[in-house]
């Protein structure tokens, strides 16, 4: 008998064909596979708890954060509109118009994930906030300690 792995809606599968990733800008590939154990969904984790992690995202015009992956629920809001372009691990590049207060909520099962990459294609400074809660049936992806905000003084 086979069994089959059911994923929940928001899992994205990890392309294994290179090829799938050709139309995407030269080295960003490469960075994707050496970020697949990144937990740093936001820039600054601001927050944390047993339960969950609250995150900051501040991406500058032109500039795109690294590739992260998500293993639990979560969900994020926009702070400020914006224009962003999403790289996933499925090698599928989308473009999304973001709106002030917009909130994204996304479940993940048991073996589920998210491999991104979010870049800022607009002319403003894109700045999310994000809450994961890392109770969930997966173990939460390790962070340094250098992203939580006590380690960066009260810089942001």
Same mark, same amino acid.
């Given at each position: +008998?086979?069994?089959?792995?059911?994923?929940?809606? $928001?899992?994205?599968?990890?392309?294994?064909?290179?090829?799938?990733?050709?139309?995407?800008?030269?080295?960003?590939?490469?960075?994707?596979? #050496?970020?697949? !154990?990144?937990?740093?969904? #936001?820039? *600054?984790? *601001?927050?944390?708890? $047993? /339960? +969950?992690?609250?995150?900051?995202?501040?991406?500058?015009? @032109?500039?795109?954060?690294?590739?992260?992956?998500? *293993?639990?629920?979560?969900?994020?809001?926009? *702070? &400020?509109? @914006?224009?962003?372009?999403?790289?996933?691990?499925? @090698? %599928?590049?989308?473009?999304?118009?973001?709106?002030?207060?917009?909130?994204?909520?996304?479940?993940?099962? %048991?073996?589920?994930?998210?491999?991104?990459?979010?870049?800022?294609? #607009? !002319?403003? %400074?894109?700045?999310? /906030? /994000?809450?994961?809660?890392? !109770? #969930?049936?997966?173990?939460?992806?390790?962070?340094?300690?250098? &992203?939580?905000?006590?380690?960066?003084?009260?810089?942001?």
């Amino acid at each position: +008998m086979t069994q089959t792995n059911t994923h929940g809606p $928001d899992h994205v599968e990890m392309n294994p064909d290179p090829a799938a990733f050709d139309h995407w800008p030269e080295g960003m590939y490469q960075e994707m596979l #050496g970020d697949v !154990d990144n937990g740093c969904v #936001g820039s *600054v984790l *601001v927050s944390e708890t $047993d /339960t +969950m992690r609250i995150w900051h995202l501040r991406i500058p015009p @032109g500039k795109r954060c690294r590739f992260h992956r998500h *293993v639990n629920r979560y969900f994020w809001t926009a *702070v &400020v509109p @914006g224009k962003a372009r999403g790289f996933f691990s499925s @090698g %599928e590049i989308r473009d999304v118009d973001h709106f002030q207060g917009e909130t994204r909520h996304f479940n993940y099962g %048991e073996g589920d994930q998210m491999l991104h990459s979010v870049q800022n294609i #607009g !002319d403003s %400074e894109l700045i999310f /906030t /994000t809450v994961e809660f890392i !109770d #969930g049936p997966n173990a939460p992806l390790p962070v340094p300690d250098s &992203v939580r905000l006590a380690a960066q003084g009260n810089q942001k």
